[in-house]
């Protein structure tokens, strides 16, 4: 479980979030979404533990946290296995050899068996992004972040990587804060959303997706991304 | 990848002509130049290839030339060595970079000569003067890079160090150190250049007695004229090679990641 509490942050003077309060049960996956600069990274990197809120509180039992980027942030000379087993080298308890075992186990879930070897820029835009999420997922996360990762991906790219990051979820279900500027990201993957309006940022609203992940249908996913568009524009 | 490797090995074969070409012209140029001095002054170039192929038939002037190149590659590796090292830790500390910046200033502003000098006053004359002197003129260098390259890590790989948990002992040797080794390797390979040149001229001041430095003070006794081009041809044939060799390594092993797919 993660509790927010009337949690506040400014940078230079200026506030930025203002009296954020969520609640996160465990496995489930809570979006955050609304425009560009209101804030949704700054919560995300308060509850990643990078920086403190300036008043509030915040509950949590989790030990490992998982941080899927916009953009890949993976080291560039090291391979797809090296990124992934580079975060494992933090847990004393894996020997090299289950470093590996891990690191491979998880490219060939990525469908990136054979790829192994290759280093960052010799993968395409695709391929990296998805060994990032290897990497977060890798760590077997207690709390899993992640930061608009689909941003600036082509339509067919971003729904076979969200393809892929439901499978990983139901493989290994996570408490996870999703962040994100598109509604129907939000209604594809998440167990409820929570909208951010105004400078600085507050929560205007929340809404829950009570429907299976699998069962979203079509129907589902338009009418649910009608509302939060409705509830943004507000 | 293959398509790309030939790219950039077709871009380099095409360098490697204008090189060539550039080489012939001065050769061409020196051959001219030759006609109007006395081959007391200037020899002519099939005079030093001449001159040149006896140096490698002697016995005298390969023990000179190894006995160089081995105060150069000490030099090299222990100036890399060390001002990696210190440059590393200056780089998280301040303070030791603001306590090292006057012997920085010092050894940037003082001329060569100056520091052979000194050195000679302080300690004598002989090899390790030598391989200390060309250390000490290369150390800002490698230094001052180093302290800025911990500086500019690329704060995006740090922070998904920190939100990911990894120890300061895998951060700094698997982030901080490459950082640092990839964008010294232009300074490195400027390094070596400027070795050569500093180990020949500091020989020549603190007056060892072996060494490329020897051979061309007793070239100079002797007024041949032939030696010293020949010598010159041989340094920046050396030049030429360790640039070549590291290069190759630098490109083949060390920058293989950043060949694009």
């Given at each position: ?17 203002d ?28 509850a ?25 942030r ?12 580079f ?7 894996l020997a090299p050899k ?15 068996k ?19 999420i ?21 339509l ?7 393809e ?69 524009s507000? | ?19 060539a ?14 006609l ?32 160089s190149?081995?105060?150069v ?5 222990a ?19 603001s306590?090292l ?20 006053f302080?300690?004598g ?42 120890s300061?002992k895998?951060?700094?040797r ?20 400027l070795?050569?040149?500093i180990?020949v ?15 061309l ?7 041949a ?12 044939a ?17 920058l ?6």
């Amino acid at each position: 479980m993660l509790i927010f509490e009337n949690v506040k942050k400014s940078f230079n003077n200026r506030l930025i979030i203002d009296g954020i309060s969520f609640k996160i049960e465990d496995n489930h996956i809570l979006a955050i979404l609304g425009p560009s600069g209101i804030g949704k990274t700054t919560i995300l990197r308060i509850a990643a533990g990078a920086i403190m809120p300036d008043a509030g509180k915040i509950e949590s039992d989790r030990q490992k946290v998982g941080f899927i980027f916009q953009e890949h942030r993976l080291i560039p000379w090291r391979t797809a296995l090296a990124n992934i087993t580079f975060v494992l080298k933090s847990d004393k308890r894996l020997a090299p050899k289950e470093r590996m075992q891990i690191g491979m186990a998880m490219l060939e879930r990525l469908g990136l068996k054979g790829f192994e070897h290759y280093y960052p820029a010799q993968l395409s835009g695709g391929m990296r992004q998805r060994v990032s999420i290897g990497r977060a997922f890798a760590i077997k996360p207690d709390l899993l972040l992640m930061d608009e990762p689909f941003t600036g991906l082509d339509l067919e790219l971003k729904a076979s990587l969200q393809e892929m990051l439901i499978e990983l979820l139901e493989w290994r279900p996570i408490t996870m804060i999703y962040v994100t500027h598109d509604p129907r990201d939000a209604v594809l993957i998440a167990d409820e959303t929570i909208i951010l309006t105004g400078n600085p940022g507050k929560i205007a609203d929340r809404i829950e997706f009570h429907c299976p992940r699998r069962e979203r249908d079509q129907k589902y996913v338009h009418e649910n991304t009608m509302k939060l568009v409705e509830q943004l524009s507000k | 990848m293959t398509g790309r490797m030939n790219r950039l090995l077709k871009g380099e074969r095409k360098e490697s002509l204008w090189f060539a070409s550039g080489l012939f012209i001065l050769a061409g140029i020196w051959q001219a130049m030759s006609l109007f001095f006395s081959p007391l002054v200037l020899p002519s170039p099939m005079e030093t290839l001449e001159s040149l192929l006896n140096l490698l038939t002697s016995g005298d002037s390969r023990r000179d030339f190894y006995v160089s190149a081995y105060r150069v590659l000490t030099a090299l590796i222990a100036v890399i060595v060390v001002g990696t090292g210190i440059g590393v830790v200056s780089g998280f500390k301040p303070r030791l970079e603001s306590l090292l910046k006057p012997v920085q200033d010092i050894l940037i502003a003082i001329p060569p000569v100056a520091l052979i000098m000194l050195v000679i006053f302080l300690f004598g004359s002989g090899s390790p003067q030598t391989i200390m002197v060309a250390g000490a003129l290369v150390f800002p260098l490698i230094y001052g890079n180093t302290v800025a390259a911990v500086r500019t890590v690329d704060r995006d790989l740090l922070e998904m160090t920190g939100v990911f948990n990894v120890s300061g002992k895998v951060r700094l040797r698997d982030i901080y150190l490459p950082s640092v080794i990839f964008s010294s390797l232009p300074n490195i390979l400027l390094a070596a250049g400027l070795m050569v040149r500093i180990v020949v001229m500091a020989e020549v001041i603190v007056g060892v007695t072996v060494g490329i430095g020897d051979a061309l003070i007793i070239a100079r006794v002797n007024l041949a004229a032939r030696e010293i081009f020949a010598w010159m041809l041989v340094m920046v044939a050396v030049v030429l090679i360790i640039e070549g060799v590291l290069l190759y390594t630098i490109k083949k092993y060390l920058l293989r990641w950043q060949v694009q797919g």
